[in-house]
């Protein structure tokens, strides 16, 4: 079945900082591949995507490039804000099959940004 | 104008009882789904309709049962409320394809006490 795994957090920066967060998939076929981001107290908005093989998803200064070789989607930011606080998910959707945009999800990663 | 709106936000309920979740979306998408997210923030599938069609039931308990009136709606009624039950529960709906954005509402947080 799909899986997704992402780093441990809690993860805490300081302003300006740079930002990885490291997710790994495993899944069958052609897996499309997001980030979706919580903010407290929100639902889950959809932070960049990637549908396939090299494709690089990128929004409000973060970007992740699909990396079908390593099976890999990892969120990169070169300089955080107090604003990006908030919960971020990896998740992917199986292309094609009957899943319907399914999602499945990481495990989250709580990111603090100090001032 | 809310994409995905959910009722009500907060619910805090005795064991055994039974209640009632609403999913109301606006985006004309043919596919909803109900979600929970556990107390460590893990967000797991519940089950999936499209056009009013249960596609998608990942082995949850009889207890929960889904209902959609129209494709603009998904509903959740959960009855005997257990203590495990407490969570956020999404609702959230898509066009149904595999690489279409997943639109949420904010979250229902049910407290059985």
């Known amino acids: 079945g799909n899986s997704v795994t992402q780093m441990e957090g809690p993860v805490t920066l300081s302003e300006e900082a740079f930002l990885t967060i490291n997710c790994t998939y495993t899944a069958t076929g052609y897996p499309s591949l997001f980030w979706y981001v919580q903010y407290p107290g929100e639902g889950l908005q959809l932070l960049l995507k990637a549908t396939k093989a090299d494709d690089k998803g990128s929004n409000k200064g973060f970007e992740a490039t699909y990396r079908k070789e390593t099976t890999s989607f990892h969120l990169e930011k070169g300089s955080v804000q107090v604003s990006d606080s908030a919960v971020y998910f990896c998740?992917?959707?199986?292309?094609?099959?009957?899943?319907?945009?399914?999602?499945?999800f990481g495990q989250g990663t709580i990111l603090t940004v100090h001032p | 104008d809310t994409a995905v709106s959910q009722t009500p936000k907060y619910l805090v309920t005795q064991m055994g009882n039974d209640k009632s979740i609403k999913c109301e979306q606006n985006l004309g998408h043919d596919t909803m789904y109900w979600y929970k997210q556990d107390s460590k923030k893990f967000l797991k599938i519940m089950f999936s309709?499209?056009?009013?069609?249960?596609?998608i039931n990942e082995t949850v308990p009889n207890r929960f049962s889904p209902k959609s009136p129209d494709k603009a709606h998904l509903n959740l009624h959960i009855n005997s409320l257990e203590l495990g039950d407490s969570a956020v529960y999404f609702c959230?709906?898509?066009?149904?394809?595999?690489?279409?954005?997943?639109?949420f509402g904010q979250g229902t947080r049910l407290t059985v006490v």
């Open positions: 309709y499209n056009n009013k069609e249960l596609i």
């Open positions: 998740a992917l959707t199986n292309a094609g099959g009957t899943s319907y945009g399914k999602l499945t």
């Open positions: 959230a709906s898509s066009q149904g394809a595999d690489n279409t954005e997943a639109f």
